[in-house]
């Protein structure tokens, strides 16, 4: 008997909270569509009402998804908090998130879900070239424009089927290779000569930071040792372990180079090498930042750290916004590069922390987005794009500061 | 009408998940009712849902005898990459019996592990994961593109069609068979069955069999559908079908009330549930915590508490 009301009161309970967290937490078009058609008209007779009061119109609201991998690491956090900015900015955009989907299958589950939800552009940072076929083939049919972030198309037959799809817009990405093998240099610089490596498996869009990585190794010399992967699910412990094996087994190791330090990895890391009987005898370079990087460069265990591409997502959103807003900057893919900032010094770090790590610091201005779009800016060209981007560097966010 | 509720109250349990379904469709058909309700997106249902269907319908067999298995992702990885290997040697009109065979070798020689080796089968499911997550991981230099003539597939009367016949043969081998019905008495009774004369063993190791045949095609249902074996092909598909299997009914330590449905229905629920959310444009925030709850809701009303245990 008393189980059974427990069972009762359980489930009464719990349903109470869903129905608050439904009602609650789902946008103005859920609930009674009555009542969301209401709050909508509501919100948009507002908007439009603030629009005319700063002399803009609002006009069609358009919706774009966002596929992203998760948002609770720095870089994430940081597209979430800039492309809502960017849409709070431009007004006539509603962002759908899709967050959480890690292989190919979720993807293109996401992008269907995405398309259902009425999304006329998808932004997505693809797990993998095959993500980009079949999202390609997704959206064309569904006439849904989509583009990249922090990745381009490796694989030649994908890529040049994907170019001929008209939807597909470009991507926005980094010289992976080429800071790898800078970080490698800095390695070399701080006296190391024997390092293990954690490598990005091949096939991963991102395994160009292993030729980097190589390519600098014999340039400058350093003899890699062991090498370790990059664990599948992000794996904090199962990182730290092959950290651990190596440096047991290799005991000439004098540094260890992460091809990728997001999801925690860097931390945990930073951590560990902080914890060897002799700190700081073992280096760290880091492809990615992490939190806690101003404090292993204070104990001298963090050499360098390759990040702040965050806004890369904004310059491919912006791109993206203009083409569903009806004003295409290029009927050709759009490919463009971001820099990324290496990180070598204490000071550095609190440079990076203050602008880049504080994800809720916007660091461009809302007149800056703007002047990204045709909407604002009808002379805006994609030259305006890379000249943009090109200033980007620490001393750039300090002149910049806002 | 209280002892009406007595006599029926076992199979009003039962049909739970199916009226959980029913709410979660006529909720997110009222709330989102245009974009819910349109083809493409009911296509996309199935589309999603049908992979795991098939995993959930072959771990519905491993699940009667009260076991469960954590190998589908890695061993439809496993099984994506050897076929399309040999295939590759051989010609690619094998792929699809060469799915099915591979994935019924995968099966059988997890069910060997479990039943000569005597270990556990969560845990030799959970070593072939790992070799199959590996294997992939390692192959991945290895472009495996699903070839042009299948890509045509790739469309939700194909996915229906195979859902169709893979269940009905699945309802009737569990309903109507020995195989079924002997997996079911090993999930009530171990030893009872052995003292009965059931060769314990060899009908554990047909169920194990049988689910990698549903490995095997969940396998080319993924080629037709990612177009690729990657290093990520089947990344998570072993917890998203235990869930949907247990969300739609199916006891956790098997027996008598085993049954196919539960990994259909239970497969739509989570489909659905996460198709729905997004329409409505959930809080990202929010759409697991919500996820979690419903899918509480769902086995404290379903769980069959007498029966829970985990042990074969």
Known sequence: ?402 | MNRWYQDNKERIAGLFPVIGLMCLFLLFSVTAGDKFLSPFNLSNIVNQACIIMVTGIGVCFIMSHNNLDLSCGGAMALCGVITYLMCEKISFIFLIPGCIIVGMLIGFLTGCIHVYGRIPAFLAGFAMMSLGRGISVISVDHKMRTPGIYKSLNTVGFYIGVLLVVSIIAIFVMKYTRIGKYNKLIGVNPITAEMSGINVNRYKLIAFMINGVTIGIATFLTLIRAGAITNTTGNGVETNTLIAVVIGGMPLAGGSKSKIGAAIVGALIFTVLQNGLIIWQMNADWINVIKGIVFLIIVILTVDRKHMTLTA
């Not at chain 1, 009762?8 to 967290?21: D, E, H, N, Q, R």
């Not at chain 1, 990745?151 to 089927?161: A, K, L």
């Not at chain 1, 991507?171 to 610089?189: G, P």
């Not at chain 1, 904004?314 to 290496?342: C, I, K, P, W």
Request: aromatic share 8%; charged share 20%; hydrophobic share 40%.
């Open chain 1, 1 to 402: 008997m008393t189980a059974k009301l427990v069972k009762k009161v359980l489930c009464t309970a719990l349903v109470t909270v869903s129905l608050g967290i439904f009602t609650g937490c789902s946008s103005d078009k859920a609930a009674d569509p009555g009542q969301s058609e209401k709050a909508a008209e509501t919100t948009e007779r507002k908007t439009e009402e603030e629009a005319e009061a700063s002399g803009e119109t609002v006009g069609e609201v358009h919706k774009i998804g966002v596929i992203l991998y998760g948002r609770d690491d720095n870089m994430g956090a940081a597209i979430y908090s800039y492309l809502n900015h960017a849409a709070e900015v431009l007004k006539n955009v509603e962002l759908v998130w899709d967050i959480g989907a890690f292989d190919v299958d979720a993807q293109i589950s996401s992008t269907q879900n995405l398309i259902a939800a009425g999304c006329e552009g998808i932004i997505c940072l693809p797990m993998s070239d095959d993500t980009v076929a079949q999202m390609s083939d997704i959206c064309e049919q569904a006439n849904v424009y989509f583009s990249l972030m922090f990745r381009d198309i490796t694989d030649e037959t994908i890529r040049n089927d994907v170019y001929q799809n008209p939807y597909f817009l470009g991507f926005v990405r980094e010289d992976d290779a080429a800071v790898a093998k800078a970080m490698v240099k800095e390695l070399a610089d701080a006296g190391v000569t024997h390092m293990g490596v954690q490598v990005m498996a091949s096939g991963n869009p991102l395994s160009v930071r292993n030729d980097g990585m190589y390519e600098g190794a014999e340039e400058y010399g350093i003899t890699i040792d062991a090498e370790f992967p990059v664990t599948s699910s992000g794996d904090v412990n199962g990182n730290n372990t092959y950290i651990q094996n190596t440096l047991d087994s290799y005991p000439d190791v004098q540094a260890i180079y992460l091809t990728s330090a997001s999801i925690g990895l860097g931390e945990g890391a930073a951590n560990l090498l902080g914890s060897l009987s002799d700190p700081g005898s073992v280096k760290l370079a880091s492809f990615d930042v992490f939190d806690g990087m101003s404090d292993a460069f204070d104990n001298e265990i963090l050499v360098c750290a390759a990040g702040g591409v965050n806004p890369d997502a904004l310059f491919s959103f912006m791109v993206l916004y203009n083409a569903v807003d009806g004003n295409r900057l290029s009927e050709d893919v759009t490919e463009l590069y971001q820099n990324f900032l290496l990180v070598t010094s204490s000071e550095e770090c609190k440079l990076f922390e203050k602008y880049v790590g504080n994800t809720e610091y916007q660091i461009y201005t809302d007149e800056q987005i703007k002047n990204l779009a045709v909407r604002f800016n009808p002379n805006v060209t994609l030259k305006d794009y890379e000249d943009l981007m090109d200033l980007y560097s620490l001393e750039w966010l300090q002149e910049n500061e806002h």
